[in-house]
């Protein structure tokens, strides 16, 4: 026994020894410490991109069960409302609110696939939305795609205020297929549903037995793939439009075919001119949602998926429709089309509307939306790999052109020679292998001539490899941003389920128009943004043209040039959130809505991104350094923050406010701290709070025109208006620390 274990302490001092020459062999080889050193260099700049740009992304929570990238897209379902399906605003538009929220107004998207995924059933998206009014209740049928089958169920949700908040209820239909387009209706005191389910190679429906969730298979109504089926009764029949992308000679995307029946229960016949549509799909043959009746013409939603599957809706109205001939021409949808990109819940597609006319006359629909184009997640991979190999190829090139790694080819390589047999017979062996060899002499004399050459210590060569180092560097940045980036949006954060939208109002005067210029070009991209209100103090005012906005940007001149004007109460303010912020900061858009996230929370604090820390006796004005120092602060700059317009502006212009506006008036400074002041003689609790940026730039840095340049000078002033403002309202709260938040977001 103890010689087996000397045997065995001698294996294993062995093999410790083997271990060690190894990596001391790893330590002195070249081509090791070459590609550790490369692997350091693009850990480095990619780490350094992430923190700079990728971050600035809303990016997936990789602990989230459901939301997770898809091939299909990031669908979510939009709710519009009008006098007229021709003429269809969003909710954000109708002023609907939600106090329970904070959401004032309540905005698209009303249903995504945190909806479903918070109700206990994991989606990455939803889409095909389809209403089902009763009374008052509104229910909403739609494709959900859950993560646990990766494929389509057909989920149901409700909602009692006319869709301005809506409980996700279940899966109302799950088949071992997938399931989309769950097209929904009643006829002769029945439920029934119609759900596309192609795989199966027939069009099935089926009926509620206890609606909404519980349902049974009716029967089968035509045994063909038909894809995106809709029904409507006109004119003494029911009519059937789908489309079957099986047919020879079909274009995918381009298809439409009609049938009739006298009940939508069938038998079912086909129109004589079918396929109304096979080859061009940018015509809107698809069905694009429910067909419907205005003014006694009907009209049918197509798909045009020119460019990208769902591109947009297409509506068309129907001049002719009988057994032996069909006309359509295409009208105006009358929805204005979205500009913000993929910072837009619908920005890059929406394919799909169900409107249908309430009781009250008026009209709702249902829309979806999706911020990214089709198969963009398997694209971004795709991209993300072939940056990260053509970076490594690089490394690999410049490791061997210096030496760091040999690249050997054997001059004798050939395709050796056996006996002769019957394959020698017939194959040219000999001949592959002199043209094997002389091949591999010439690349091998090739390669030793451009390392020789790219060796040599000139200009030309430096210049070379700096590019070929600018190339890696590009490479990195590419393979983090596709493979780290997410979907590239910076999106808005929902609360309590719902999203909302804020204003924006900056102050500035005509010496500073370049600034806003870039300040409205930027800021008007993001998601939850509604308005941009430009408070003009002085000099002659733009025209609201002169701005590349996507949302509306309005000039409010203003008699007088004082700092008071930026709070003034403004009724046409459509918000209760407004961010007020100066016209000299960048920031990043996911800041902002990470901003409004957390005043949504607490709509009574004042929440913004400059934190400072006011203390002393006398008390002292410091910089953001010395709150860093004591780990907290008690005030918010209101050159970054957010605030309800309703109380804060109210509150600015009281009477009892009135000598601290006389105070900023004649000292040009100090707006924001006497708001601070007011907010903490308005409330016992805490009445600020801090979000910590991933960026922010102040460009008034770079022109001659800032308040503040002399800095000294700037805080001996608003010291001086601490104290005055102390002995009107009170102190200021003791400290509220960093770092408070679960989500970091304060740190």
């Not at 009014?133 to 409700?158: C, M, N």
């Not at 949302?551 to 007088?560: M, S």
């Not at 007011?678 to 709070?689: D, F, I, K, P």
Request: proline share 4%.
């Amino acid at each position: 026994m103890a010689g087996r274990r000397g045997g065995a302490a001698a294996v294993t001092a062995a093999a410790a020894r083997q271990a060690g020459g190894m990596r001391a062999a790893l330590a002195r080889s070249p081509a090791a410490s070459f590609l550790l050193a490369a692997a350091a260099a693009a850990a480095l700049v990619g780490g350094a991109y992430f923190w700079v740009v990728v971050a600035s992304f809303r990016l997936p929570d990789a602990r989230a069960a459901g939301c997770r990238p898809d091939g299909e897209g990031s669908w979510s379902i939009g709710v519009y409302y009008g006098e007229s399906p021709l003429r269809l605003r969003p909710i954000e538009l109708e002023g609907r609110s939600n106090g329970n929220s904070s959401a004032w107004p309540v905005a698209n998207p009303v249903l995504t696939c945190a909806s479903a995924t918070e109700a206990g059933y994991p989606s990455n998206f939803v889409a095909d939305p389809f209403l089902f009014v009763q009374g008052d209740t509104l229910f909403l049928f739609f494709e959900t795609k859950t993560t646990t089958s990766i494929q389509g169920d057909i989920g149901v949700a409700r909602s009692f205020d006319q869709g301005a908040t809506w409980e996700f209820l279940g899966i109302a239909l799950d088949e071992a297929w997938h399931l989309s387009y769950p097209f929904v209706f009643k006829y002769e005191n029945e439920i029934y549903m119609m759900p596309e389910g192609n795989k199966k190679k027939e069009l099935r429906l089926y009926r509620a037995t206890k609606f909404p969730l519980e349902w049974t298979l009716e029967k089968v109504l035509i045994k063909k793939p038909l894809i995106d089926a809709s029904l409507i009764q006109y004119e003494g029949y029911w009519w059937l439009f789908g489309s079957d992308f099986t047919r020879f000679g079909v274009e995918k995307n381009a298809e439409l075919e009609i049938w009739y029946s006298n009940s939508p229960l069938g038998p079912w016949t086909e129109h004589k001119k079918n396929p109304i549509y096979n080859s061009d799909k940018s015509l809107g043959a698809r069905n694009g949602g429910r067909l419907f009746i205005f003014e006694g013409s009907l009209y049918r939603p197509g798909q045009d998926c020119s460019g990208t599957y769902g591109r947009r809706v297409k509506l068309h109205k129907v001049e002719k429709l009988t057994k032996e001939e069909y006309k359509e021409v295409p009208v105006n949808l009358g929805i204005e089309e979205p500009k913000k990109g993929r910072n837009a819940w619908n920005g890059m597609r929406y394919h799909h509307m169900d409107a249908q006319q309430l009781a009250s006359g008026g009209w709702i629909a249902v829309m979806d939306g999706d911020r990214v184009p089709s198969g963009d997640s398997t694209r971004r991979t795709l991209f993300g790999y072939i940056g990260f190999l053509l970076a490594i190829a690089l490394v690999v090139f410049v490791g061997f052109v210096k030496g760091a790694i040999s690249c050997y080819i054997p001059p004798g390589f050939r395709v050796p020679l056996s006996r002769r047999n019957e394959l020698s017979r017939i194959l040219p062996v000999h001949r592959l292998n002199q043209k094997v060899r002389r091949y591999s002499t010439s690349i091998g004399r090739y390669m030793s001539a451009t390392k020789a050459r790219l060796n040599e210590k000139t200009w030309s060569n430096t210049l070379f490899f700096c590019v070929v180092a600018l190339i890696g560097i590009v490479n990195v940045c590419i393979a983090v941003h596709f493979l780290c980036g997410g979907n590239g949006a910076e999106e808005a954060y929902t609360y309590q389920g719902q999203h909302s939208q804020f204003t924006m109002v900056t102050m500035t005067y005509e010496a500073r128009l370049w600034n806003l210029k870039l300040f409205v070009e930027h800021y008007s991209r993001c998601e939850s943004v509604r308005e941009i209100v430009v408070v003009w103090n002085k000099g002659n005012p733009p025209s609201s043209d002169a701005f590349d906005s996507t949302v509306p940007v309005r000039i409010r001149v203003e008699e007088i040039n004082s700092l008071n004007n930026r709070f003034r109460v403004d009724p046409l303010i459509k918000t209760r959130a407004v961010f007020e912020l100066d016209d000299d900061i960048m920031m990043t858009c996911t800041d902002l809505e990470k901003g409004f996230r957390v005043w949504r929370e607490h709509p009574e604090r004042m929440v913004g991104f400059y934190p400072r820390m006011i203390d002393g006796n006398p008390l002292q004005y410091r910089n953001e350094r010395y709150a860093r120092g004591k780990k907290g602060y008690n005030l918010i700059l209101t050159g970054a923050a957010f605030m309800d317009s309703e109380f804060a502006f109210k509150k600015y212009w009281s009477e009892e406010a009135r000598e601290g506006r006389e105070y900023v008036h004649k000292n040009f400074n100090c707006e924001d701290l006497l708001m601070n002041f007011l907010y903490a003689n308005a409330s016992s609790g805490r009445t600020v709070e801090y979000v910590h940026p991933a960026w922010a730039i102040d460009t008034s840095k770079l022109s001659s025109v800032a308040i503040s340049r002399d800095t000294q000078k700037h805080y001996d002033i608003r010291t001086n208006c601490l104290a005055k403002f102390a002995s009107i309202y009170g102190s200021l709260p003791q400290k509220w620390e960093f770092g408070m938040r679960e989500d970091g977001w304060d740190k």
